[in-house]
């Protein structure tokens, strides 16, 4: 809109400032505009000059878009150009079906029985690197256009997150952070760079935790199978009840029970973290396999891409806490006078809960105690590993 000062400003812009001061003072001169009431606001001219000018360089321009990301954009909503996730259409490269395996090797995706026929011919095929591919994928669309003025989105508007076309830049998105949409996408390239090499790195170390405790379950187990601490416990308890005889015969059962919970407890525990890691592992595994892909195909978004790195950015700023519980002894009391009390001759303290937990809060229950942390901020033993990550970051800073 023309001000009669001479300056332009949108008529959005027009109406708020009237709205909230009842006066329209020009941001440029700091003229006053002399309006008095609504309706003169629809009486201002349009600055056709600016209007024309917008026009006569879209239609002049070379429509040359996207040139780093082949022409194709990322969207969902066409309003908003948001993610859009339908089931998995990539198709395999020996059989056109659906595709579930990818590698990293061949750089090629499979579905599960063509990728096993492949990677089972010889040895150094088998030792390829096979990653699940997510089950959704993002829809590949033409570049979107303006629903208003049926023009190409050429811009991006950060401060409300969507994408515009030259007139809504210049109309109604003046005094906002606007990006050309081809340039943002590049300098977002390198932010999913960086994601994605902290992301291996946080991957690597879930894996190495994992197999960690891997270990300490299968040792846990053979040496319960080897030699079982609490057979001695077990012995004493049988010898105590055979000589109180049939009353105490539900008792010693009762007992039997509590130690074999107990001997099973560290093991479930240890399981149930080791779940709850190939979980994570999973999860994490997915979104840098989905990433790896966009960024071999050079395929970039911004909303979506704006979603990724905030999906990626909440993993990344997870810490795992990893807690051992302190081990309490397993103790038993007899009783020497147990026929006047048969009922209360055996007192026991036998712990059944879970020896390990893991989770990704550090406020743990006053009987456990931190045994590690497992994220890119962690301290424990991953001095050498961080400082690899931020040679690596500074590399691709400056590269």
Request: aromatic share 8%.
């Amino acid at each position: 809109m023309l001000l009669v000062c001479g300056h332009d400003m949108c008529r959005h812009c027009i109406k708020y400032l009237y709205k909230k001061n009842k006066q329209v003072i020009c941001k440029v001169c700091q003229a006053d505009c002399m309006i008095k009431c609504d309706d003169e606001i629809s009486n201002i001219p349009i600055h056709y000059f600016i209007v024309g000018k917008v026009w006569y360089s879209t239609y002049k321009r070379q429509r040359k878009i996207y040139q780093d990301i082949s022409n194709i954009r990322m969207t969902t909503f066409p309003s908003k150009s948001s993610i859009k996730t339908k089931e998995n259409c990539q198709n395999c490269q020996n059989c056109q079906k659906y595709a579930a395996i990818f590698c990293e090797q061949c750089d090629e995706a499979y579905c599960a029985d063509c990728s096993q026929e492949i990677h089972m011919e010889n040895h150094i095929m088998s030792q390829h690197d096979l990653n699940k591919l997510d089950i959704s994928h993002l829809e590949l669309l033409q570049a979107s256009k303006c629903d208003l003025h049926l023009k190409i989105n050429d811009f991006i508007c950060i401060t409300c997150e969507t994408e515009l076309c030259p007139v809504c830049a210049v109309e109604n998105h003046r005094h906002h952070d606007v990006h050309h949409l081809e340039k943002y996408n590049i300098s977002q390239a390198q932010r999913l760079n960086e994601y994605s090499l902290k992301g291996d790195i946080l991957l690597n170390r879930l894996k190495h935790y994992r197999d960690k405790f891997n270990e300490k379950v299968q040792k846990h187990r053979c040496s319960n199978f080897k030699k079982n601490k609490n057979e001695q416990n077990k012995k004493d308890i049988s010898t105590y009840v055979s000589s109180v005889i049939g009353t105490l015969q539900c008792l010693e059962q009762r007992f039997f029970s509590m130690i074999d919970q107990a001997e099973q407890s560290s093991s479930k525990s240890m399981t149930h973290v080791v779940g709850q890691l190939n979980s994570f592992v999973d999860d994490l595994q997915s979104k840098l396999n989905l990433l790896n892909v966009l960024l071999k195909t050079n395929n970039y978004s911004s909303i979506a891409m704006l979603d990724h790195i905030a999906g990626i950015e909440r993993m990344l700023d997870t810490t795992y806490y990893l807690a051992k519980k302190n081990k309490a002894k397993s103790s038993i009391t007899f009783d020497e006078n147990i026929y006047a009390t048969v009922q209360r001759s055996v007192l026991f303290d036998i712990d059944t809960s879970d020896r390990y937990v893991l989770g990704c809060s550090p406020d743990l229950l006053p009987e456990y105690t931190l045994s590690a942390t497992i994220g890119l901020n962690s301290d424990d033993n991953n001095g050498k590993r961080n400082s690899t990550l931020s040679l690596l970051c500074q590399q691709i800073n400056h590269g």
